[in-house]
Protein backbone atom coordinates (compact mmCIF):
# COMPACT_ATOMS: atom_id res chain seq x y z
CA UNK A 1 0.00 0.00 0.00
CA UNK A 2 1.17 3.52 -0.49
CA UNK A 3 0.54 6.89 2.07
CA UNK A 4 -2.53 7.67 0.15
CA UNK A 5 -3.96 4.69 1.61
CA UNK A 6 -3.19 5.44 5.79
CA UNK A 7 -5.25 7.43 7.77
CA UNK A 8 -5.27 7.70 11.62
CA UNK A 9 -5.50 4.51 13.91
CA UNK A 10 -3.99 2.53 11.24
CA UNK A 11 -1.05 -0.10 11.93
CA UNK A 12 1.93 0.17 10.02
CA UNK A 13 5.67 -1.39 10.29
CA UNK A 14 8.24 1.82 10.30
CA UNK A 15 12.08 1.27 10.40
CA UNK A 16 11.74 -2.91 11.79
CA UNK A 17 9.02 -1.49 14.37
CA UNK A 18 5.04 -1.57 14.93
CA UNK A 19 3.50 1.58 15.36
CA UNK A 20 0.05 2.97 15.14
CA UNK A 21 -0.69 6.30 13.56
CA UNK A 22 -2.33 9.04 15.63
CA UNK A 23 -2.03 12.07 13.59
CA UNK A 24 -1.88 12.20 10.08
CA UNK A 25 -2.40 15.60 7.78
CA UNK A 26 -1.73 15.87 4.21
CA UNK A 27 0.35 18.97 3.13
CA UNK A 28 0.97 20.71 -0.04
CA UNK A 29 3.59 23.86 0.97
CA UNK A 30 3.68 26.26 -1.82
CA UNK A 31 5.20 25.22 -4.75
CA UNK A 32 6.86 22.49 -2.91
CA UNK A 33 5.83 18.63 -3.34
CA UNK A 34 3.24 17.27 -1.52
CA UNK A 35 4.19 14.91 1.42
CA UNK A 36 2.42 13.27 4.73
CA UNK A 37 3.06 14.42 8.41
CA UNK A 38 2.33 11.63 10.58
CA UNK A 39 2.43 11.14 14.42
CA UNK A 40 2.87 7.95 15.26
CA UNK A 41 3.20 5.59 19.26
CA UNK A 42 5.53 2.82 18.97
CA UNK A 43 3.65 -0.03 20.52
CA UNK A 44 6.31 -1.92 22.13
CA UNK A 45 7.74 0.64 23.78
CA UNK A 46 4.93 4.05 23.65
CA UNK A 47 7.41 6.42 22.54
CA UNK A 48 5.81 9.06 19.90
CA UNK A 49 7.38 9.53 16.78
CA UNK A 50 6.64 11.87 14.24
CA UNK A 51 8.09 11.19 10.24
CA UNK A 52 6.69 13.03 6.80
CA UNK A 53 6.26 10.19 3.87
CA UNK A 54 6.57 10.92 0.99
CA UNK A 55 2.85 11.19 -1.72
CA UNK A 56 2.99 7.79 -3.54
CA UNK A 57 6.01 6.21 -0.94
CA UNK A 58 5.15 2.78 -0.39
CA UNK A 59 4.38 1.79 3.44
CA UNK A 60 4.05 -1.57 4.79
CA UNK A 61 0.62 -1.93 6.49
CA UNK A 62 -0.17 -4.37 9.72
CA UNK A 63 -3.54 -5.63 9.89
CA UNK A 64 -4.48 -5.99 13.80
CA UNK A 65 -7.68 -7.62 15.24
CA UNK A 66 -8.96 -6.44 18.16
CA UNK A 67 -11.13 -8.58 19.79
CA UNK A 68 -12.82 -7.88 23.54
CA UNK A 69 -11.93 -10.37 26.28
CA UNK A 70 -12.81 -11.19 29.79
CA UNK A 71 -10.12 -10.54 32.68
CA UNK A 72 -10.08 -13.24 34.91
CA UNK A 73 -7.01 -12.90 37.43
CA UNK A 74 -3.42 -11.67 37.84
CA UNK A 75 -0.69 -14.46 37.90
CA UNK A 76 2.52 -12.98 38.17
CA UNK A 77 3.71 -10.84 35.86
CA UNK A 78 0.41 -11.68 33.49
CA UNK A 79 -3.01 -11.20 33.22
CA UNK A 80 -5.08 -14.26 32.27
CA UNK A 81 -8.03 -13.08 30.00
CA UNK A 82 -11.05 -15.45 28.20
CA UNK A 83 -12.41 -14.94 25.07
CA UNK A 84 -15.99 -15.09 24.72
CA UNK A 85 -16.47 -17.44 21.70
CA UNK A 86 -14.21 -19.80 22.26
CA UNK A 87 -13.58 -19.43 26.47
CA UNK A 88 -10.01 -20.08 25.74
CA UNK A 89 -7.48 -18.66 27.93
CA UNK A 90 -4.36 -16.81 27.14
CA UNK A 91 -1.71 -14.85 29.26
CA UNK A 92 -1.02 -11.41 28.46
CA UNK A 93 2.14 -9.46 29.50
CA UNK A 94 0.63 -6.78 32.40
CA UNK A 95 3.30 -4.35 30.66
CA UNK A 96 1.09 -4.11 27.58
CA UNK A 97 -1.80 -2.11 29.77
CA UNK A 98 0.30 0.07 30.79
CA UNK A 99 -0.73 2.48 34.08
CA UNK A 100 -4.48 1.67 33.95
CA UNK A 101 -4.02 -1.81 35.28
CA UNK A 102 -4.25 -0.13 38.48
CA UNK A 103 -7.96 0.23 37.90
CA UNK A 104 -8.79 -3.07 36.87
CA UNK A 105 -11.65 -4.94 38.76
CA UNK A 106 -11.90 -9.08 37.48
CA UNK A 107 -14.49 -10.23 35.09
CA UNK A 108 -14.06 -6.70 33.58
CA UNK A 109 -14.12 -6.97 29.42
CA UNK A 110 -10.68 -5.08 27.80
CA UNK A 111 -10.03 -4.89 24.63
CA UNK A 112 -7.01 -6.64 23.20
CA UNK A 113 -5.34 -5.97 19.91
CA UNK A 114 -3.35 -8.84 18.28
CA UNK A 115 -0.73 -9.50 15.36
CA UNK A 116 -1.59 -12.85 14.04
CA UNK A 117 -1.17 -15.03 17.74
CA UNK A 118 1.15 -11.88 19.49
CA UNK A 119 -0.86 -9.72 21.79
CA UNK A 120 0.16 -5.96 21.13
CA UNK A 121 -1.54 -4.15 23.26
CA UNK A 122 -4.56 -4.08 26.13
CA UNK A 123 -6.52 -1.57 26.96
CA UNK A 124 -9.60 -1.33 30.50
CA UNK A 125 -12.57 0.20 29.73
CA UNK A 126 -12.21 4.02 29.47
CA UNK A 127 -14.06 4.43 32.72
CA UNK A 128 -14.41 2.21 35.71
CA UNK A 129 -16.55 2.18 38.97
CA UNK A 130 -14.71 1.71 41.88
CA UNK A 131 -15.64 1.48 45.80
CA UNK A 132 -13.21 4.08 48.06
CA UNK A 133 -12.03 1.44 50.86
CA UNK A 134 -10.01 4.21 52.58
CA UNK A 135 -9.87 8.05 53.08
CA UNK A 136 -9.85 10.71 55.48
CA UNK A 137 -12.97 12.16 56.74
CA UNK A 138 -13.39 15.78 54.47
CA UNK A 139 -13.05 19.23 56.98
CA UNK A 140 -16.80 20.45 57.05
CA UNK A 141 -16.61 23.89 55.54
CA UNK A 142 -13.51 23.56 53.67
CA UNK A 143 -15.17 24.00 49.99
CA UNK A 144 -14.25 27.20 48.61
CA UNK A 145 -11.94 25.91 46.20
CA UNK A 146 -11.79 22.47 44.81
CA UNK A 147 -9.70 20.81 46.77
CA UNK A 148 -8.85 16.81 46.81
CA UNK A 149 -7.51 14.59 49.41
CA UNK A 150 -6.08 10.88 48.60
CA UNK A 151 -8.37 8.12 48.21
CA UNK A 152 -7.23 4.18 48.42
CA UNK A 153 -9.99 2.32 46.28
CA UNK A 154 -11.00 -1.30 46.03
CA UNK A 155 -8.12 -2.36 43.75
CA UNK A 156 -5.63 -0.81 45.63
CA UNK A 157 -5.30 2.63 43.78
CA UNK A 158 -4.88 6.04 45.27
CA UNK A 159 -7.19 9.15 43.60
CA UNK A 160 -7.47 11.52 44.15
CA UNK A 161 -10.91 12.49 45.32
CA UNK A 162 -13.19 15.82 46.58
CA UNK A 163 -13.38 16.30 50.45
CA UNK A 164 -16.86 14.97 50.31
CA UNK A 165 -15.84 11.78 48.95
CA UNK A 166 -15.92 9.06 51.74
CA UNK A 167 -15.39 5.44 52.87
CA UNK A 168 -17.51 2.63 51.09
CA UNK A 169 -19.24 5.25 48.40
CA UNK A 170 -18.35 4.38 44.20
CA UNK A 171 -16.86 6.74 42.45
CA UNK A 172 -15.91 6.70 38.49
CA UNK A 173 -12.36 7.03 37.49
CA UNK A 174 -10.88 7.91 34.11
CA UNK A 175 -8.76 4.91 33.93
CA UNK A 176 -6.13 6.74 30.85
CA UNK A 177 -5.66 9.53 33.55
CA UNK A 178 -6.27 7.99 37.21
CA UNK A 179 -8.69 11.25 37.86
CA UNK A 180 -12.08 11.23 39.62
CA UNK A 181 -14.74 12.14 37.78
CA UNK A 182 -17.98 12.17 39.24
CA UNK A 183 -19.53 9.98 42.61
CA UNK A 184 -21.96 7.73 41.53
CA UNK A 185 -25.25 6.49 42.92
Known amino acids: MNTGDINVGSF ?19 NLRAFYQAKMRNLKNGKLVEY ?7 VDVVRVELKTMQYLYKEGESMVLMDHTSYEQIYVEASLFGDSIAFLKENIDVIVAF ?6 FAEPPR ?16 TATRTLKPATVETGAKVNVPLFCNTGELIKVDTKTGEYMERVK
Open 12 to 30: IRHEGELVQILEYQHRTPG
Open 52 to 58: RFRSGEN
Open 115 to 120: DEETPL
Open 127 to 142: TMVLEITYTEPGIKGD
